[in-house]
């Protein structure tokens, strides 16, 4: 085994075995991160369905995929990546919607 092995296989044990404060603490905090992960909710407390991609945004907002980028662009609609994906939440299109939305003529300004 080699020493990078050796060490994690030390710190695993660590972990998970010792009463110190720390590894409490830290068996603690994960377990709470893995249940509100395995019940759908983030760490902002909100739930998966409160995440829309680039196309849901588009249909949402009826917009191209240019604008969509300047809106991202120039921080009118703020974004989350994952990996190469890009993700909106619903509280930022629902602002969207409320401060730049023209009911005359149907267009985000």
């Known amino acids: 085994m080699n020493k990078y092995g050796l ?3 030390l710190l695993k044990d660590y972990l998970q075995n010792s009463n110190d404060t720390l590894p409490v603490e ?3 905090l994960s377990t709470e991160v893995l249940t509100n992960i395995s019940s759908g909710n983030h760490c902002d407390g909100s739930r998966i369905e409160d995440w829309f991609d680039n196309q849901d945004v588009m249909q949402i907002l009826h917009i191209s995929t240019r604008t969509l980028q300047k809106l991202r ?3 009118t609609l703020p974004c989350s990546r994952i ?5 909106y939440h619903r509280r930022d299109i629902i602002t969207i919607l409320s401060t730049h939305y ?3 003529n149907g267009n985000i300004k």
């Open 7 to 9: 060490l994690a296989g």
């Open 26 to 28: 830290i068996r603690k």
């Open 73 to 75: 662009s120039n921080g």
């Open 83 to 87: 990996g190469k994906k890009i993700y």
């Open 102 to 104: 023209n009911s005359n």
